[in-house]
Nanobody
Framework: QVQLVESGGGLVQPGGSLRLSCAAS???????????MGWYRQAPGKQRELVAS???????NYAESVKGRFTISRDNAKNTVYLQMNSLKLEDAAVYYC?????????????WGQGTQVTVSS
């Protein structure tokens, strides 16, 4: 009844930019609230790591490796979180996952998107 749908991944050259989007899709008529939202990534052979997060009030947190290059934002009216990625590096290549804390039907749960591939290559 709750899904996170991601878009915006793709192939980009080093130094390029991409914008990821993640929209929460909720069954019609279901009352819900979205709290924290964030982006994680997982490169081959590595653990999933937090890239950036944003609270319901707009407070942001970034991994040191992306500070100054990535910007997380959200549109609460659209139930959507974005990740603007600039000055991409080879090491940013990974599958990026959206995450959201959503309270629905009285239960607070963590939800994940299906993942979107970001490839950085010259």
């Amino acid at each position: 009844q709750v899904q996170l749908v991601e878009s915006g991944g793709g192939l980009v050259q080093p130094g390029g930019s991409l914008r990821l989007s993640c929209a929460a899709s909720v069954a019609s008529g279901l009352r819900f609230s979205i709290y924290g939202m964030g982006w994680y990534r997982q490169a081959p052979g590595k653990q999933r790591e937090l890239v950036a997060s944003i609270s319901s009030g707009g407070r942001t947190n970034y991994a040191e490796s992306v500070k100054g290059r990535f910007t997380i934002s959200r549109d609460n009216a659209k139930n959507t979180v974005y990740l603007q990625m600039n000055s991409l590096k080879l090491e940013d290549a990974a599958v990026y996952y959206c995450n959201a804390e959503i309270k629905a039907m009285g239960y607070l749960s963590d939800y994940w998107g299906q993942g979107t591939q970001v490839t950085v290559s010259s």
